[in-house]
């Protein structure tokens, strides 16, 4: 307390009753110094080059694999946990080629501003009343939620590198609570995988090299979030109907039937994003799509990867009366929907078939080009 000595038995039971109240589901108490083989950990998965284009986590790398050196005055971390789970079998809608699925996080609002507010609230309880500063962070600051959740005691890393609660499965959010206060921390939770390799052997695209590895360059949720420009052509029929991120691997989990339904309605799916048409996706201009996403976390890849992504799935659909719509991004003002518009139509009507929507098409720059030297085995300029 302000003046005294602080009550930790007090302040715990403050902090737990507080999550309850604004909707987290698991909260833990973690030291701001994470064991040194996270950092080394960390290290190799850059080393290796497996983050791909997100250069951003090589400029963090100091930072991120330390939570002290990115804010020396911090002794504890809280993390907090915030379920999303659906109410139904996500891969259920992967069998329905005409339909596009989004990952089960991007069904509804944008995480990052459901929970940071409610951090925040928690956040200024705890500083009135031990009278230190503190600092929250919802996954857009370099802090290692997923280690500092498992020293939390929350859950565990399984051998999909994301974590894994006996109580809660896979699907739930994670945020942080930085302060200056000295508390009590929790017992990390240890492994509980054993020798399940279910979200292992269930990755279209082999982006496990081993268990607790990820090669994100092969991830679909990196390839259709975090990749800019083309997917590479030897992912693009794996990929199927996802547009927008890949739940295999978590949905597979065996944790996950102790998993209870998202109860946080900003959270549970709008009605309209659990199995959308990919046609109406394709209608989709510039200011539609923002509309349509305004508050969704889809927003943030903007227009041109999302059309990529949704082009894709039109191309893996088997559904000619998708070819119009199709066809027309042709012409789109973006080239790498342009180019992406062409691998699709050649998916649904075959290279002969392409070449009568190809005229009048500027079909000399450079994505275009690399598009058609690769389903055509030559340049058509």
Same mark, same amino acid.
């Given at each position: 307390?302000?003046?005294?000595?602080?009550?930790?038995?007090? $302040?715990?039971?403050? !902090?737990?009753?507080?999550?309850?109240?604004?909707?987290?589901?698991?909260?833990?108490?973690?030291? #701001?110094?994470?064991?040194?083989?996270? #950092?080394?950990?960390?290290?190799?998965?850059?080393?290796?080059?497996?983050?791909?284009?997100?250069?951003?986590?090589?400029?963090?790398?100091?930072?991120?694999?330390?939570?002290?050196?990115?804010?020396?005055?911090?002794?504890?971390?809280?993390? /907090?946990?915030?379920?999303?789970?659906?109410?139904?079998?996500?891969?259920?809608?992967?069998?329905?080629?005409?339909?596009?699925?989004?990952?089960?996080?991007?069904?509804?609002?944008?995480?990052?501003?459901?929970?940071?507010?409610?951090?925040?609230?928690?956040?200024?309880?705890?500083?009135?009343?031990?009278?230190?500063?503190?600092?929250?962070?919802?996954?857009?600051?370099?802090?290692?939620?997923?280690?500092?959740?498992?020293?939390?005691?929350?859950?565990?890393?399984?051998?999909?590198?994301?974590?894994?609660?006996? @109580?809660?499965?896979?699907?739930?959010?994670?945020?942080?609570?930085?302060?200056?206060?000295? !508390?009590?921390?929790?017992?990390?939770?240890?492994?509980?995988?054993?020798?399940?390799?279910?979200?292992?052997?269930?990755?279209?695209?082999?982006?496990?090299?081993?268990?607790?590895?990820?090669?994100?360059?092969?991830?679909?949720?990196?390839?259709? $979030?975090?990749?800019?420009?083309?997917?590479?052509?030897?992912?693009?029929?794996?990929?199927?109907?996802?547009?927008?991120?890949?739940?295999?691997?978590?949905?597979?989990?065996?944790?996950?039937?102790?998993?209870?339904?998202?109860?946080?309605?900003? /959270?549970?799916?709008?009605?309209?994003?659990?199995?959308?048409?990919?046609?109406?996706?394709?209608?989709?201009?510039?200011?539609?799509?923002?509309?349509?996403?305004? #508050?969704?976390?889809?927003?943030?890849?903007?227009?041109?990867?999302?059309?990529?992504?949704?082009?894709?799935?039109?191309?893996?659909?088997?559904?000619?009366?998708?070819?119009?719509?199709?066809?027309?991004?042709?012409?789109?003002?973006?080239?790498?929907?342009?180019?992406?518009?062409?691998?699709?139509?050649? @998916?649904?009507?075959?290279?002969?078939?392409?070449?009568?929507? !190809?005229?009048?098409?500027?079909?000399?720059?450079?994505?275009?080009?690399?598009?058609?030297?690769?389903?055509?085995?030559?340049?058509?300029?």
């Amino acid at each position: 307390m302000p003046g005294g000595e602080p009550d930790l038995k007090r $302040i715990r039971q403050r !902090l737990e009753q507080d999550a309850r109240d604004l909707g987290f589901c698991a909260i833990g108490i973690a030291s #701001a110094q994470l064991e040194g083989g996270v #950092a080394t950990h960390l290290k190799s998965f850059v080393a290796n080059g497996w983050h791909g284009t997100m250069n951003w986590m090589e400029e963090t790398l100091e930072r991120r694999s330390n939570p002290a050196r990115l804010w020396r005055e911090c002794r504890s971390i809280i993390v /907090l946990a915030m379920n999303y789970a659906p109410e139904a079998d996500p891969l259920e809608n992967l069998h329905h080629k005409t339909r596009a699925n989004l990952s089960v996080y991007a069904r509804n609002r944008d995480y990052h501003e459901v929970i940071k507010g409610r951090l925040k609230t928690m956040a200024d309880r705890l500083k009135s009343v031990t009278g230190k500063d503190v600092k929250v962070f919802v996954d857009t600051a370099p802090v290692m939620e997923k280690p500092l959740a498992q020293a939390a005691g929350l859950g565990w890393q399984g051998k999909h590198t994301n974590l894994v609660s006996r @109580e809660h499965g896979s699907w739930f959010f994670l945020g942080s609570i930085f302060t200056e206060a000295e !508390l009590d921390f929790d017992k990390a939770e240890e492994d509980h995988c054993g020798t399940c390799r279910a979200c292992l052997d269930i990755c279209p695209t082999d982006a496990f090299p081993a268990p607790y590895q990820l090669d994100a360059r092969r991830c679909i949720s990196y390839l259709t $979030i975090e990749h800019d420009g083309p997917i590479p052509h030897e992912f693009r029929k794996q990929i199927g109907n996802r547009i927008y991120g890949c739940d295999d691997c978590l949905a597979v989990c065996p944790w996950n039937k102790f998993a209870a339904a998202a109860s946080e309605a900003k /959270l549970k799916a709008r009605a309209d994003l659990v199995s959308p048409s990919i046609a109406g996706f394709l209608e989709l201009n510039d200011a539609q799509f923002r509309a349509h996403f305004s #508050a969704s976390p889809v927003k943030r890849i903007g227009r041109s990867r999302f059309m990529r992504n949704v082009l894709i799935a039109a191309g893996n659909s088997e559904d000619v009366s998708l070819v119009a719509p199709v066809a027309a991004l042709i012409a789109d003002a973006d080239a790498l929907v342009r180019a992406t518009a062409i691998w699709a139509l050649c @998916e649904l009507v075959g290279m002969e078939g392409v070449r009568p929507y !190809l005229d009048g098409i500027d079909l000399s720059e450079p994505m275009m080009q690399g598009e058609l030297r690769v389903i055509s085995g030559k340049a058509m300029a």
